[in-house]
Each structure stands twice: as C-alpha cells, then as structure tokens.
C-alpha cells in the first residue's frame, strides 16, 4: 500500500517558520524524485520545490527561492520543506508527490496538510 504521510502544517504568523514533513512508505523511495506542490482554491496546483532521487538537482518556484528548503533522508524516506521567512500568500494546502523519472503511473499524491500565514 502505497502512502505519502504529510505532518508540521498548522497556523503561523507571517515571517514565521514550518517544517513539513512527508514520509513515504509503499514503494522503493529512493528511485523518485520527490516534490512538494501546493493548491489554493480555485487555482491550479503549483510546483513548490522538488528534489532529486539523491538529494542532488533541487529545484524551487520563484516565489519561495531563498525562503523555502526542500531536503530528504532516503534512509527515513521521508521528504521535508523548510518554510520561512512565510507570507500570508503562501497560505495553501501543500501536497507531498513523489515520481518515479520514466515512469508515468508511478506518480503518489499525499493527502495534504494545510499551511496557513496570518496575523
């Protein structure tokens, strides 16, 4: 049974920080590149950060370069997001994704976990 467990969303101030975290289970994680997207109502689903199979080529939206830092630990096989320096913008529910390069029906979807930034 595939699973993409996502936890650390919650209810931040804005310049505040979150640490998500997704662990996966299902499938052999260190063969996928692992992304975290993030979807607000009525908009299309986002690329936030994505990593490569290793740890190498990461990857971030311009809007989050310099605040946000996606890492993994294959020997957890877990994924995580650092989120700072937040915004209200990036209020979202942030989706953990998981892809195997080549391999177009390998392709995992977590849950969600929300992020909200208010004062």
């Known amino acids: 049974q595939v699973q993409l467990a996502e936890s650390g969303g919650g209810l931040v101030q804005p310049g505040g920080s979150l640490r998500l975290s997704c662990t996966a289970s299902?499938?052999?994680?260190?063969?996928?590149?692992m992304s975290w997207y993030r979807q607000a109502p009525g908009k299309e689903r986002e690329l936030v950060a994505a990593?490569?199979?290793?740890?190498?080529?990461?990857n971030y939206a311009d809007s989050v370069k310099e605040r946000f830092t996606i890492s993994r630990d294959n020997a957890k096989t877990t994924v995580y997001l650092q989120m700072n320096s937040l915004k209200p913008e990036d209020t979202d529910v942030y989706l953990c994704?998981?892809?195997?390069?080549?391999?177009?029906?390998?392709?995992?979807w977590g849950q969600g976990t929300q992020v909200t930034v208010s004062s």
């Open positions: 994704n998981a892809r195997r390069p080549g391999w177009a029906l390998n392709n995992y």
């Open positions: 990593i490569g199979s290793n740890g190498g080529n990461r």
């Open positions: 299902g499938f052999t994680f260190s063969s996928y590149v």
